[in-house]
């Protein structure tokens, strides 16, 4: 079974950081990309940033400077360090693993609040 288990979420000043961990187990795959998403309420999910098993990332260009995710693939985490974070960064954020070659799947974890103080 697929198993997703999210931490580091809590509440940080404007300006302040925090680190996101994710670790990914029952995942019979090794080519897949991990990432976070996060969703404000009221507003539609989007992706924060990915990696690929490969090592390539993307950023949405709300967090490009701010924010770094890492993986180990050896043991199916990743990392996202957020720094000068703001208010307007406060949502809740998932881990999500998707593969996008046959076959393919998506997965969600549960979901770590983050919020930023002004």
């Known amino acids: 079974q697929v198993q997703l288990v999210e931490s580091g979420g809590g509440l940080v000043q404007a300006g302040g950081s925090l680190r996101l961990s994710c670790l990914a187990s029952g995942i019979p795959y090794t080519n897949f990309v991990m990432g976070w998403y996060r969703q404000a309420p009221g507003k539609q999910r989007e992706l924060v940033a990915s990696v690929t098993s490969g090592g390539t990332t993307r950023y949405a260009d709300s967090v490009e400077d701010r924010f770094t995710i890492s993986r180990d693939n050896r043991k199916n985490t990743i990392s996202m360090e957020m720094n000068s974070l703001k208010s307007e960064d406060t949502a809740v954020y998932y881990c999500?693993?998707?593969?996008?070659?046959?076959?393919?799947?998506?997965?969600w974890g549960q979901g770590t609040q983050v919020t930023v103080s002004s």
């Open positions: 999500n693993v998707r593969r996008t070659v046959t076959p393919t799947f998506v997965y």
